[in-house]
């Protein structure tokens, strides 16, 4: 195990993992950028291209429904209530578009709205929505961006809130990727919308008095791997081609796909099921830490016992590449700690990379009382560190 000291106050235990080395990579796939991402961790298992901006067309609803989820956390709206349209969603209602029939003065719910943004991906209920939530769209396009920086997402841009095409606005695979990560892991309901297979609708309907009827834009993947892909969302304009973020639980843990430019939905769908046997044939998850149990023992300065025992509140399992670089466990110790410390006080934390990916980081903790060395003792170490030193640049 490699020890070194950064600070004066800061010390980083590096351990090596052994895996056998090598690298995993995707064969070809004619898309004009793609990512494979670990839900839990981030870690990266797969991509191309994945820090272009390009046109996300649909896939910016991804950001809406952040936006209304984190409205309705907040109280500042309910499912149940009902939302007046404005003039505004007619722009969003282009032939062969995806619409709700909204006109303005029409009444629908949230949960109407939201399950029509979902589903069908319906532009107009998309606007609706921003509206009631913004007072118009132009301030929640300024809402997503904010939002967007916060999050760390480096190469997006927004225009509106339906993803229509529109110069400016873009996002890059790897930012939809996270958006979807956060949105996925804060508001873990939105799986309960976006798995809807199809949907009619409870109070609008069309022109005639009817009620519409709407089929997911990804009904074929969610019905042929049902209670495997359960989400996320698609999207299609002429200049973004086929696009989609689609979420499954593969070798037991949730992974984010994204395909940006595919040229047909059955290419699409194809190139979901092809990462997703490589995902199986790739990788496995490998617990690296286990509740309760030690993962090192460190130095903590005017303790009674030279090292103590540190862990984690929880299990750590990784989605490790079964052909891959070492997975390297670090150890960082907070600025300032010394003993005397209680059982369970946080020390710190670890840090897990796979080759030079930083994947996964948790605090870490004391597994024992940690008492405090007597003075006799703290007096005697202290000269024993003199002359260490001394001896270090003499020699």
């Given at each position: 195990?490699?020890?070194?000291?950064?600070s004066?106050f800061?010390?980083?235990?590096?351990?090596?993992?052994?895996?056998?080395?090598?690298?995993?990579?995707a064969?070809?796939?004619n898309?004009r950028s793609?990512?494979?991402?670990?839900?839990?961790t981030?870690y990266?298992?797969?991509?191309k291209n994945?820090?272009?901006?390009l046109?996300?067309?649909?896939?910016?609803?991804?950001?809406?429904?952040?936006l209304i989820?984190?409205?309705?956390?907040?109280?500042?709206?309910?499912?149940?209530?009902k939302?007046?349209?404005?003039p505004?969603?007619?722009?969003?209602?282009t032939?062969?578009?995806?619409t709700?029939?909204?006109?303005?003065?029409?009444?629908?719910?949230v949960r109407?709205?939201?399950?029509?943004?979902?589903?069908?991906?319906a532009?107009?209920?998309?606007?609706?929505?921003a509206?009631?939530?913004?007072?118009s769209?132009m301030?929640?396009?300024a809402m997503?961006?904010?939002?967007?920086r916060?999050?760390?997402?480096t190469?997006?841009?927004?225009?509106?809130?339906?993803?229509?095409?529109?110069?400016n606005h873009?996002?890059?695979?790897r930012d939809i990727?996270?958006l979807?990560?956060?949105l996925?892991?804060d508001?873990?309901?939105?799986?309960?919308?976006?798995?809807?297979?199809t949907?009619?609708?409870?109070?609008?309907?069309?022109?005639?008095?009817?009620?519409l009827?709407?089929?997911?834009t990804f009904?074929?993947?969610?019905?042929?791997h049902?209670?495997?892909?359960?989400?996320?969302?698609?999207?299609?304009?002429?200049?973004?081609?086929?696009?989609i973020?689609?979420?499954?639980?593969?070798?037991?843990?949730?992974?984010?796909?994204?395909?940006m430019?595919?040229?047909s939905?059955?290419q699409?769908d194809?190139y979901?099921?092809q990462?997703?046997?490589?995902i199986v044939?790739?990788?496995?998850?490998?617990?690296?830490a286990?509740?309760g149990?030690?993962?090192?023992?460190?130095p903590i300065?005017?303790?009674?016992n030279k090292?103590?025992?540190?862990?984690?509140l929880?299990?750590?399992?990784?989605?490790?590449?079964n052909?891959?670089?070492?997975?390297?466990?670090q150890?960082?110790i907070?600025?300032g700690v010394?003993?005397?410390?209680?059982?369970g006080?946080?020390?710190?934390?670890?840090?897990?990379?796979?080759?030079?990916?930083l994947?996964y980081?948790?605090?870490?903790?004391?597994?024992e009382?940690v008492?405090?060395?007597?003075?006799i003792?703290?007096?005697?170490?202290?000269?024993?560190?003199?002359?260490?030193?001394?001896?270090?640049l003499i020699?």
């Amino acid at each position: 195990m490699k020890k070194m000291f950064t600070s004066l106050f800061l010390l980083i235990f590096s351990m090596i993992i052994l895996l056998p080395t090598g690298s995993v990579t995707a064969q070809e796939f004619n898309l004009r950028s793609y990512i494979v991402m670990d839900a839990q961790t981030g870690y990266v298992m797969y991509e191309k291209n994945a820090d272009i901006p390009l046109p996300p067309a649909s896939i910016t609803k991804a950001m809406t429904m952040y936006l209304i989820f984190e409205a309705l956390e907040k109280g500042q709206i309910t499912l149940d209530e009902k939302v007046t349209a404005g003039p505004r969603v007619k722009t969003a209602q282009t032939p062969g578009a995806q619409t709700l029939f909204l006109e303005p003065g029409h009444q629908v719910s949230v949960r109407e709205l939201l399950t029509t943004i979902a589903v069908p991906s319906a532009n107009d209920a998309a606007v609706a929505m921003a509206e009631r939530i913004a007072g118009s769209e132009m301030q929640f396009v300024a809402m997503m961006n904010d939002k967007a920086r916060e999050l760390g997402l480096t190469n997006t841009l927004f225009q509106n809130s339906h993803g229509l095409d529109t110069p400016n606005h873009y996002m890059s695979a790897r930012d939809i990727a996270i958006l979807s990560q956060r949105l996925i892991n804060d508001f873990p309901q939105v799986l309960e919308f976006s798995s809807i297979e199809t949907y009619r609708t409870q109070e609008q309907t069309n022109h005639w008095g009817e009620t519409l009827f709407y089929e997911s834009t990804f009904r074929t993947l969610l019905r042929k791997h049902k209670g495997i892909i359960d989400g996320l969302k698609t999207g299609y304009t002429e200049e973004a081609g086929r696009c989609i973020t689609a979420t499954a639980i593969i070798n037991g843990r949730r992974v984010i796909i994204v395909l940006m430019g595919a040229e047909s939905v059955s290419q699409r769908d194809n190139y979901i099921e092809q990462f997703m046997t490589k995902i199986v044939t790739d990788f496995r998850s490998v617990n690296v830490a286990q509740k309760g149990n030690p993962i090192e023992e460190i130095p903590i300065p005017r303790a009674k016992n030279k090292l103590v025992q540190v862990g984690t509140l929880n299990d750590v399992n990784l989605m490790v590449p079964n052909v891959n670089p070492d997975v390297i466990q670090q150890i960082v110790i907070n600025e300032g700690v010394r003993a005397p410390l209680n059982k369970g006080d946080e020390v710190g934390k670890v840090i897990y990379y796979i080759g030079e990916q930083l994947v996964y980081e948790t605090a870490i903790y004391t597994l024992e009382d940690v008492p405090q060395a007597n003075i006799i003792v703290r007096f005697f170490r202290g000269i024993g560190n003199l002359f260490s030193k001394l001896f270090n640049l003499i020699f």
